[in-house]
């Protein structure tokens, strides 16, 4: 069944897309939580329409996200949290810390737009930025113990 995303779907695809998935995913899944609608031929026609309207707003997005990035470039975070004496810490750092560390720099990111794979011990790891569709960054992240 094809599908026009509504909302960024992680591994399924960017809002405004038409992706092909199975019949259940979209009838349970997707529709009830108005994720997507069908593809039928007078929603793809709005799509295509909305599309049209929408090319300016998009590329101001993406230059944004693309100032952004360039301001984020070279920056480096450090984050403190407790550890043990090996340099085990206490729990994990999440998007979430990431995400106050750099609003306490004065850059606003939602949590949901940075990936982080498991930190569970003191030293330097790198942070991935999702600033746009197109525009993505790798920040530093210093964990050091408080």
Not at 29 to 38: H, K, N, V
Not at 127 to 134: E, K, P, S, V
């Amino acid at each position: 069944m094809k599908v026009i995303l509504k909302e960024n779907m992680k591994n399924l695809g960017h809002q405004g897309d038409v992706v092909e998935v199975k019949n259940g995913y979209a009838n349970n899944y997707l529709f009830p939580r108005g994720y997507a609608i069908m593809a039928t031929a007078s929603n793809l026609k709005m799509h295509e329409e909305n599309n049209r309207q929408g090319a300016l707003k998009r590329e101001k997005m993406k230059a944004d996200a693309q100032g952004l990035a360039e301001q984020l470039k070279e920056m480096s975070i450090t984050i403190g949290t407790k550890a043990g004496a090996n340099g085990k810490i206490f729990g994990s750092i999440t998007p979430l810390q990431i995400s106050q560390a750099l609003k306490s720099k004065g850059f606003e990111i939602d949590r949901r737009k940075i990936e982080i794979n498991d930190v569970k011990m003191l030293g330097s790891y790198e942070a991935t930025l999702n600033l746009h569709r197109d525009v993505t960054l790798n920040i530093a992240i210093e964990v050091i113990a408080e």
